[in-house]
Structure formats: C-alpha cells, structure tokens
C-alpha cells in the first residue's frame, strides 16, 4: 500500500511572537517622546520609572525564550532570533536612560 504524500509544513523565517515582544519593547521606549510622562525621578513617580526600566528587557528575555521554543521557525534562526532579541531588550534601557536625559535634563 501507498502512502499518501503530506506535504512538510512552511517554516517561518520570523517568529511572531518574539516580533511582538520587540514591538511593544520598543512601543515603552518611544512613549516618553509622546506621552506626557511626568518626571520618574520625583519621590512618587519611582514605581513608573520602574516599570519602565524593567519592561524592555523583560519583553526581550520573553521573546528570546518564544524563539527558542518556536517549533515552526526554521533550525537556523532560532539561535540568531534569541540573542537579538535579548540583546535588543537590554539596548531598550540604554535608550530608556538616553532619552530620559534628553528629556528630563540630567
């Protein structure tokens, strides 16, 4: 007997959910150009300054681990996708600290 032909499933090149941890990421950074954050270095803004010094790389440790477990991301990129996108979540709190000064004044 014959068996029929499956056809493999398409492997993806990006991985959809490490994307969307980066977008948001990013999305936390570029909020304080456009959103009126009041000051986070004032006694009763500490816990928004903390959140956003958090959030970048957490959201890129999360979109590191989704890459590493995307089983419908090709073998390749797998590695290249995990470690760009952690590396991208610690560059999100120098560009945090940056802009913060830029903003706020040192």
Sequence with gaps: MIEP??????LR???VAT??????A???????LFVPFPNPYVAGYLRLAG?????????GLVGAVAALLDRRLE?????????G???AGFIGVMAFFVLGTLIFGP
């Design 19 to 24: 994307v969307v941890c980066l977008s948001v």
């Design 26 to 32: 990013l999305l936390v950074v570029l909020g304080l």
């Design 75 to 83: 073998r390749s990129y797998r590695a290249a996708w995990a470690i």
């Design 13 to 15: 090149r990006v991985p």
């Design 51 to 59: 959140v956003l010094l958090v959030a970048p790389p957490l959201l």
């Design 5 to 10: 032909c499956h056809p493999a499933p398409r």
């Design 85 to 87: 996108s952690g590396v």
